[in-house]
T-cell receptor, first 113, second 115 residues
Framework: EAGVTQFPSHSVIEKGQTVTLRCDPI?????LYWYRRVMGKEIKFLLH????????ESGMPNNRFLAERTGGTYSTLKVQPAELEDSGVYFC???????????FGQGTRLTVV | AQTVTQSQPEMSVQEAETVTLSCTYD???????LFWYKQPPSRQMILVIR??????QNATENRFSVNFQKAAKSFSLKISDSQLGDAAMYFC????????????FGSGTRLLVRP
């Protein structure tokens, strides 16, 4: 069974550009989460999908971030326009049920220069 | 709000030796879960071990064990007989036992294993 897969592994973009991160959860997992680790600090929650619906986006830093999960399968996280402070590692995780173990991807390292 | 603190940015251990990674947390809740996750370089983050707060017995998974001190709000991870493959970032995490799904992480500890 394939795990959670994230694309790309690394992305370097200039300030002001747009970047889209993708997450493919484990097949059959309705719950999908985005987390972010900035500047070597703690990993912080961004948002939670149940199928295609956003259940909680309280962790999204501002309106430059847009997450979607069309059809309840893969999810994208778009940053537009990117700022220097957006640099970090973006993790995606999925779980079968809300309180079940969440399986994480390898993360996408985003560098904004 | 709950917080998780990992005070050791980096630790080093000799292969075959034992190392303990520290984690403290702050919460007013009585029921919750604690986790240790491991992320090898450029690989998926995986769950190493999990502890339910209502259980007094410390969780153990092969060479990995925890020392859970609920009153002290401490949750350290002990790795015995360290192997080169244990080299990774280790994150301590907290989750409420209610309907919450959010994991609250510490800042991580990088573990180096010397051959």
């Amino acid at each position: 069974e394939a795990g959670v897969t994230q694309f790309p592994s690394h992305s370097v973009i200039e300030k002001g550009q747009t970047v889209t991160l993708r997450c493919d959860p484990i097949s059959g997992h309705d719950n999908l989460y985005w987390y972010r680790r900035v500047m070597g600090k703690e990993i912080k929650f961004l948002l939670h999908f149940v199928k295609e619906s956003k259940q909680d986006e309280s962790g999204m830093p501002n309106n430059r971030f847009l997450a979607e999960r069309t059809g309840g399968t893969y999810s994208t996280l778009k940053v537009q326009p990117a700022e220097l402070e957006d640099s970090g590692v973006y993790f995606c995780a999925s779980s079968h049920r809300v309180r079940a173990e969440a399986f994480f991807g390898q993360g996408t390292r985003l560098t904004v220069v | 709000a709950q917080t998780v603190t990992q005070s050791q940015p980096e630790m080093s251990v000799q292969e075959a030796e034992t190392v303990t990674l520290s984690c403290t947390y702050d919460t007013s809740e009585s029921d919750y879960y604690l986790f240790w996750y491991k992320q090898p370089p450029s690989r998926q983050m995986i769950l190493v071990i999990r502890q339910e707060a209502y259980k007094q017995q410390n969780a153990t998974e092969n060479r990995f064990s925890v020392n859970f001190q609920k009153a002290a709000k401490s949750f350290s991870l002990k790795i015995s007989d360290s192997q080169l493959g244990d080299a990774a970032m280790y994150f301590c995490a907290y989750r409420s036992a209610d309907s919450s799904y959010k994991l609250i992480f510490g800042s991580g500890t990088r573990l180096l294993v010397r051959p």
